[in-house]
């Protein structure tokens, strides 16, 4: 069992068209596989389905970006034509005058949109990888984000059912990982990371190293092997 | 033209609602501003959507870190006792009850406490991010914003015509003229901005206000 590969490249090699992808981090470069993204935009598999919380911020509005970098972000993969729809809860600037890349497709009619809440996304996701299909929830109720959809009610309260989300490969960013997939995250950069590493069929992680299998506490791993399928570590040249 | 109240002072306004020990969580915009104004002798403990809680002051030039980040892509300053977690426990904690105020940003605010802050619909798109979450999660709703729009119009309205976040789940609305909260019967008028009267408020308001004894200059 070797989960180490030597290049992003390889990692990604085999994501062919039609895929779902998770893609991590909660807005800025931080926590986002920026390393992966770049190797993915390179393959140019087409008409991809992207899970994740924005359709590419940093590289538009400098969210979370710190001075001098120059963020690879979803936008890269929607500037290629590579996507065919978005599923996010923060798909656009904030700020109307600057548009994101995947705006500007949205305005064309070259991307396709699913508008899911924040918490929603997250649940839905994390309800892909351990099994779940569905659940109720109350985020949503009386809104456009709930149309068509099953609303019940519990206790006097009105729910309404949202269906989890699996992928079929997601890429994510870590910290460390050990020499069996065991990883842990830095900071703020753990947030959709370590819901979606739980949610594909195979997921793919950049990590700034790689460490002796025991070098992490057993205590403070925070994703056990068996959710890791690659592991490729950021070498200084690969700058992000 | 009377004076109306800046975005700090908004927020100084918000700040004085917050309670010794109340987990609170900031939206974007004059909310994230509220952090800066909490009264010495309490301790408001701040959450945010990025998987963070117990974040203190903003990261010092120089020191900012990628992965230490807030839901309004502010880098923090590392403090002890802060901790990391992920999405899906973040709105767990949000869903779930464990956050006592919300301050949020609107775009439109109606009689009954509706909530309208996710989409302009000119545009065709917008961003929900952790907006319906929070409005229907957290104990208490306040919403800092402007009182009218860039043309004049009012953002309290008796049915929002924008796109809702959530159906009567606003208590407090505080704008740069007045504060004002939501009542069984409609919006109570509390407090007027120095030098604006309850007929001036109600003049830029489209929702008629219900005028009880005791209103006061805003407080701070």
Same mark, same amino acid.
């Given at each position: 069992?070797?989960?180490?590969?030597?290049?992003?490249?390889?990692?990604?090699?085999?994501?062919?068209?039609?895929?779902?992808?998770?893609?991590?981090?909660?807005?800025?470069?931080?926590?986002? $596989?920026?390393?992966?993204?770049?190797?993915?935009?390179?393959?140019?598999?087409?008409?991809?389905?992207?899970?994740?919380?924005?359709?590419?911020?940093? $590289?538009?509005?400098?969210?979370?970006?710190?001075?001098?970098?120059?963020?690879?972000?979803?936008?890269?993969?929607?500037?290629?034509?590579?996507?065919?729809?978005?599923?996010?809860?923060?798909?656009?600037?904030?700020?109307?005058?600057?548009?994101?890349?995947?705006?500007?497709?949205?305005?064309?009619?070259?991307?396709?949109?699913?508008?899911?809440?924040?918490?929603?996304?997250?649940?839905?996701?994390?309800?892909?990888?351990?099994?779940?299909?569905?659940?109720?929830?109350?985020?949503?109720?009386?809104?456009?984000?709930?149309?068509?959809?099953?609303?019940?009610?519990?206790?006097?309260?009105?729910?309404?059912?949202?269906?989890?989300?699996?992928?079929?490969?997601?890429?994510?960013?870590?910290?460390?990982?050990?020499?069996?997939?065991?990883?842990?995250?830095?900071?703020? $950069?753990?947030?959709?990371?370590?819901?979606?590493?739980?949610?594909?069929?195979? $997921?793919?992680?950049?990590?700034?190293?790689?460490?002796?299998?025991?070098?992490?506490?057993?205590?403070?791993?925070?994703?056990?092997?068996?959710?890791?399928?690659?592991?490729?570590?950021?070498?200084?040249?690969?700058?992000? | 033209?009377?004076?109306? /109240?800046?975005?700090?002072?908004?927020?100084?306004?918000?700040?004085?609602?917050? =309670?010794?020990?109340?987990?609170?969580? /900031?939206?974007?915009?004059?909310?994230?501003?509220?952090?800066?104004?909490?009264?010495?002798?309490?301790?408001?403990?701040?959450?945010?959507?990025?998987?963070?809680?117990?974040?203190?002051?903003?990261?010092?030039?120089?020191?900012?870190? =990628?992965?230490?980040?807030?839901?309004?892509?502010?880098?923090?300053?590392?403090?002890?006792?802060?901790?990391?977690?992920?999405?899906?426990?973040?709105?767990?904690?949000?869903?779930?009850?464990?956050?006592?105020?919300?301050? /949020?940003?609107?775009?439109?605010?109606?009689?009954?406490?509706?909530?309208?802050?996710?989409?302009?619909?000119?545009?065709?798109?917008?961003?929900?991010?952790?907006?319906?979450?929070?409005?229907?999660?957290?104990?208490?709703?306040?919403?800092?914003?402007?009182?009218?729009?860039?043309?004049?119009?009012?953002?309290?309205?008796?049915?929002?015509?924008?796109? /809702?976040?959530?159906?009567?789940?606003?208590?407090?609305?505080?704008?740069?003229?007045?504060?004002?909260?939501?009542?069984?019967?409609?919006? =109570?008028?509390?407090?007027?901005?120095?030098?604006?009267?309850?007929?001036?408020?109600?003049?830029?308001?489209?929702?008629?206000?219900?005028?009880?004894?005791?209103?006061?200059?805003?407080?701070?």
């Amino acid at each position: 069992m070797n989960k180490v590969f030597n290049s992003f490249d390889e990692a990604v090699s085999d994501i062919p068209d039609n895929s779902t992808l998770m893609i991590d981090g909660f807005a800025g470069p931080g926590g986002t $596989s920026q390393n992966l993204i770049a190797a993915l935009r390179n393959l140019g598999s087409k008409n991809l389905t992207i899970i994740s919380n924005t359709a590419g911020l940093a $590289s538009v509005i400098g969210f979370g970006t710190l001075p001098g970098q120059t963020p690879v972000d979803i936008g890269v993969l929607v500037e290629n034509n590579q996507v065919k729809k978005v599923i996010a809860s923060f798909p656009v600037s904030p700020s109307p005058s600057r548009p994101t890349a995947f705006e500007k497709a949205y305005a064309k009619h070259e991307v396709e949109l699913e508008l899911v809440p924040q918490g929603t996304l997250a649940e839905r996701i994390r309800a892909g990888g351990a099994g779940i299909p569905a659940f109720f929830t109350p985020t949503g109720v009386d809104t456009r984000v709930s149309e068509g959809k099953e609303i019940r009610e519990f206790n006097g309260k009105k729910y309404v059912l949202e269906t989890a989300l699996k992928a079929d490969f997601a890429l994510i960013r870590a910290y460390q990982s050990d020499r069996l997939g065991n990883l842990v995250y830095k900071g703020t $950069s753990k947030n959709f990371n370590s819901v979606m590493v739980t949610a594909a069929t195979i $997921s793919i992680v950049e990590v700034d190293k790689i460490v002796e299998t025991g070098a992490i506490e057993s205590a403070l791993i925070d994703t056990p092997l068996l959710y890791v399928d690659r592991i490729v570590e950021i070498k200084e040249n690969n700058e992000r | 033209m009377k004076d109306r /109240l800046n975005r700090e002072i908004i927020a100084m306004r918000v700040a004085k609602e917050l =309670q010794d020990g109340d987990v609170v969580n /900031l939206g974007i915009g004059i909310p994230s501003l509220c952090s800066q104004f909490i009264p010495e002798g309490k301790t408001v403990i701040y959450h945010s959507e990025s998987g963070v809680l117990n974040y203190g002051p903003m990261a010092e030039e120089g020191f900012e870190d =990628q992965d230490l980040i807030n839901a309004s892509g502010q880098f923090l300053a590392p403090v002890d006792g802060m901790s990391f977690f992920s999405s899906s426990d973040a709105f767990a904690m949000i869903r779930g009850g464990h956050i006592d105020v919300t301050v /949020l940003g609107a775009l439109q605010v109606s009689k009954s406490g509706d909530l309208a802050n996710w989409m302009i619909p000119s545009r065709g798109i917008g961003n929900v991010g952790g907006a319906m979450d929070l409005a229907v999660g957290a104990k208490k709703v306040i919403v800092a914003m402007e009182h009218n729009d860039k043309n004049g119009s009012s953002k309290i309205v008796n049915e929002c015509s924008f796109p /809702l976040t959530s159906k009567s789940c606003v208590s407090l609305i505080v704008t740069d003229i007045a504060v004002i909260q939501v009542v069984k019967s409609g919006l =109570q008028l509390l407090e007027c901005a120095p030098g604006w009267t309850k007929e001036d408020v109600q003049n830029e308001t489209e929702v008629e206000l219900i005028f009880e004894k005791g209103i006061k200059e805003f407080t701070l």
